[in-house]
């Protein structure tokens, strides 16, 4: 399906479905009064919303807005562990699983709020025995194992930085991550579990601490022998070092509530990441108010979040979410389909989830499994339905509505991204029609508008940019060390409102329909990938002069990536080049970054000042009626990559 096409079927929607009575007499968020209430008030909504933290001093300011700069409950100070872990340590949830873990061999380990604690009180006082302090970055590259979890939970409650670097990401890019935030100590694992291979993390975090202020590497051991490890000078055994750390509690870091929590690195339109930096208590308000209103979570809930924790959907709705509502989080190491495509859904029937969060490309994926591998097993207890990431097409929706959620679970579209820190764009499911395809409308204090190039809003009926009016609490407030271009990529268009760099549509009902991404970024399986990074990675390539990168439309994955190369006078295109490229991209970046196609062409389509097409190479990659080239320096440019198309597809 073309990107037009896609529009299309989107745009012709018009099923709705309203949240059960059932459902709406259980609801946390039942009044839709809040609506009005929050959008008269937010800064009034926001601070009621913060009461539900534990504060060491109670914050009287709400709000200092000096765009694009904010600062939310400034004079207040918390801590996000003491909120996520000890407090509810104290009263009836002491007992209570706070993380289920279930191991991609089929390990698991149950960490209940108390368990929890411990483990992250002896991680913090490991920490401080490795010299980490206050404010010091610490990076995490670990795979999707419980001490994840503890190794930023202790972060929190020294008030060190954690920057979490998806295991998935090759050296090169954990190294860059490392020096950008200039970190002191690194954890990982000697190595992970992948669909039944070794991942091998501790070699790939060996290469990247070369030439990086890094101290230490702590690492934890969770393959053993065939992980085949080295170990060098700075290492230290995580395991080793727990045994000797003392087992009293680790007293919480009263840090004031815009004291930095975390730093993440995303994509954006130049080939190097943006650290996204977010601070505690903001950021706490927001992931722990949607906890509460879109994920209506309850104390009885099992809730189950697929993602992973290297991304912000992991960080929000896996650890600080679901942990400061005290609710029980499970976590997965491994891929859906091992063993068996069931996996999933054996760990809901196994643990009873009643509230599942997952992708629209894992959806589709299921979609092309059948519902077979579902039908083996009792998902009847869930009750409430995420999707995050992508669009989610109407087609995907209902086949999520009907085969998993059995036509009894409201479905939240959560839109949102790494910088908002939080679901912007979701219905409250006991108070929201639903339509498949729309995110509906924001949540209760945030403010968005779909508008013109001029900042004008476009109305009803019409598309534009997606912005946001006013700021909200788990914003982002900068870039790591480059302020300035934060400035410039949010607040660059339309002074003092924020924009995220996706294309809307508005409709008649005022629900929004998020139409992907409108820069040079593009979203794979619901990964962000910046053209520029694959660009940057394929010209260090010694065979290439020139690469341009596109993202075109692909059923399972949502995009995928299709890269333009010119190679170096001298050097013939050869199959074995294409997969020597696609592998190069692999270890540069990471395999998500991987090409699906590779062209060659002798020159790259640019205009007549230099610019490359971009639109065009996508029209080609797509396999559509090429549009408008009359501004093209060469024409036949067009012709010959029109031509290796067309062969690829016969
Ligand atoms: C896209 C992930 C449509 C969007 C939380 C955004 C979505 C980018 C949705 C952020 C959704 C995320 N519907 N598009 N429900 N959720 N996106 O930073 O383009 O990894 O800008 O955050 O994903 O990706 P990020």
């Known amino acids: 399906m073309t990107e037009a096409d896609r529009l299309d079927t989107l745009l012709k929607e018009t099923r709705t479905f309203m949240p059960s009575q059932a459902f709406k007499n259980q609801a946390n968020f039942a009044d839709p009064a809040i609506y009005e209430q929050a959008a008269n008030d937010p800064e009034a909504y926001w601070a009621a919303q913060a009461e539900n933290l534990t504060w060491f001093t109670k914050f009287t300011k709400t709000l200092e807005w000096n765009p694009p700069h904010a600062k939310w409950f400034s004079d207040g100070t918390l801590n996000a562990t003491y909120n996520a872990v000890d407090r509810h340590r104290e009263g ?125 590497v702590l690492v934890v051991t969770r393959v053993g022998e065939k992980a085949n490890t080295t170990w ?115 760990i809901i029937e196994k643990y009873a989830v009643t ?35 992508e669009p989610i097409n109407p087609e995907a929706w209902m086949w999520y509505h009907v085969h998993i959620g059995k036509e009894h679970c409201p479905i939240v579209d959560t839109w949102w991204q790494t910088e908002t820190g939080c679901a912007m764009i979701a219905p409250l499911p006991g108070l929201m029609t639903t339509k498949p395809g729309s995110a509906t409308r924001p949540v209760p204090g945030i403010s968005v508008d779909v508008v013109d190039e001029n900042g004008v809003s476009v109305g009803p009926g019409n598309g534009g940019y997606l912005v946001i009016t006013k700021p909200w609490p788990s914003m982002l407030r900068t870039i790591w060390g480059d302020d300035e271009r934060f400035k410039k990529t949010y607040f660059g268009k339309f002074e003092g409102i924020y924009l995220p760099g996706d294309g809307a549509h508005l ?38 002069a020139e690469a341009a990168v596109i993202g075109r439309s692909h059923d399972v994955k949502g995009q995928a990536i299709a890269a333009f190369v010119t190679l170096r006078e001298g050097i013939a295109s050869s199959d074995e080049l294409v997969k020597e490229l696609k592998q190069f991209v692999s270890t540069k970046i990471g395999a998500m970054a991987r090409p699906e196609e590779i062209y060659f062409t002798a020159e790259l389509p640019k205009t007549r000042s230099a610019k490359i097409m971009r639109r065009l190479l996508r029209d080609i990659a797509e396999g559509r009626a090429l549009g408008d080239t009359t501004t093209l320096a060469d024409p036949s440019v067009v012709e010959s990559l029109k031509q290796q198309y067309q062969e690829k597809e016969s």
């Open 92 to 216: 009836i949830r002491k007992n209570k699983a706070a993380i289920i873990w279930e191991g991609e061999p089929g390990d698991s380990r149950v960490l209940t709020y108390d368990m929890l604690g411990r483990e992250v009180d002896r991680a913090a006082h490991m920490l401080k025995s490795l010299g980490v302090g206050k404010g010091d970055r610490v990076a995490i590259y670990l795979p999707m194992i419980p001490e994840l979890p503890i190794a930023m939970l202790a972060c929190a409650k020294i008030g060190a930085i954690h920057t979490i670097v998806f295991a998935g990401f090759a050296s090169t890019s954990l190294k860059d991550r490392i020096l950008d935030a200039d970190a002191k100590l690194l954890i990982t694992a000697d190595a992970g579990y992948r669909r039944g291979n070794i991942v091998p993390l501790k070699q790939n975090a060996d290469e990247a601490v070369e030439g990086t202020n890094v101290e230490h």
């Open 232 to 346: 060098h000078e700075k290492d230290v055994s995580w395991h080793d070092l727990m045994a000797k750390t003392p087992t009293t509690p680790f007293p919480a870091e009263p840090m004031n509530a815009e004291d930095i929590l975390y730093i993440l690195y995303t994509s954006g339109t130049t080939g190097k990441p943006k650290g996204i930096v977010h601070t505690t208590g903001g950021y706490l308000v927001g992931a722990n108010t949607s906890m509460r209103s879109v994920f209506d979570i309850k104390d009885s809930d099992v809730y189950f979040c697929t993602a992973d924790i290297g991304w912000v959907t992991g960080h929000t709705y896996i650890v600080y979410g679901p942990l400061s509502a005290g609710a029980t989080t499970v976590m997965y190491e491994g891929a859906p389909d091992f063993p068996d495509r069931d996996r999933l859904f054996a």
């Open 507 to 544: 409709d008649e009902d005022n629900y929004i329909w998020i139409l992907g991404r409108i820069d040079d970024v593009i979203n794979v399986s619901g990964h962000r990938i910046g053209t520029m990074e694959v660009e940057s990675a394929l010209v260090e390539h010694e065979s290439v």
């Open 355 to 389: 509230i599942l969060y997952t992708a629209p490309t894992s959806i589709r994926t299921f979609m092309k499994w059948g519902p077979s591998y579902i039908d083996q097993h009792d998902v009847s207890t869930l009750r409430l339905l995420g999707s995050v990431g």
